[in-house]
């Protein structure tokens, strides 16, 4: 009599009695590999360095925006961003910190802030900006004016302050 199953001690012949061990194992070893890359990289991924720690204040008088430094760590001011918000709406030109002439601002910002001047902002030092009538929204007398400092992405000061006239 005869059947179609093949008898324990003949090899299979036929493609679909074929056992899928040899592909599992593969699968198994990619996921193996790929999760001790993770584990490794985990392992190896030193902590991002603190932001500096700076104690600064905000005027703003007509067109003009100046942060004090009143103490702490020096500040790089080729690492620094600097967002300023009037009324809770972001300017549409916001500073390129540092630099001497860029669209939507008066040329010459004074301290850390001019390209020409030295690189940090230390404690004791001021530097300022004087947005242009051609950025938007205006800076006027009475406007709330809100400036946030980075360096590198890491948050130093959320800074406020109220226009006054010259």
């Known amino acids: ?3 179609d199953t093949p008898s324990p001690s003949s090899p299979p012949n036929d493609p679909s009695t074929r056992a899928l061990a040899p592909v599992a194992g593969v699968l198994l070893l990619a996921i ?5 890359g993770g584990v490794v ?39 620094l961003t600097v967002r300023v918000r009037i009324d809770g709406e972001p300017l549409v030109r916001q500073p390129s910190v540092p630099f001497f002439s860029a669209a939507g601002f008066r040329p010459g910002p004074t301290g850390a802030f001019n390209a020409a001047s030295g690189d940090a902002l230390r404690a004791g030092d001021s530097t300022s900006f ?11 007398p009475g406007r709330t004016v809100a400036v946030d400092v980075t360096v590198d992405g890491r948050p130093v000061a959320s800074l406020e302050a109220v226009a006054k006239p010259a």
């Open 1 to 3: 009599m005869r059947t």
């Open 32 to 36: 193996t590999v790929v999760l001790a």
């Open 41 to 79: 990289a985990a392992a190896i991924d030193e902590p991002p360095d603190p932001a500096p720690t700076a104690m600064l204040s905000l005027s703003a008088t007509d067109d003009r925006i100046a942060i004090a430094h009143r103490g702490g760590d020096d500040l790089d001011a080729n690492e």
């Open 130 to 140: 004087r947005v242009a009538g051609t950025n938007a929204p205006t800076l006027e």
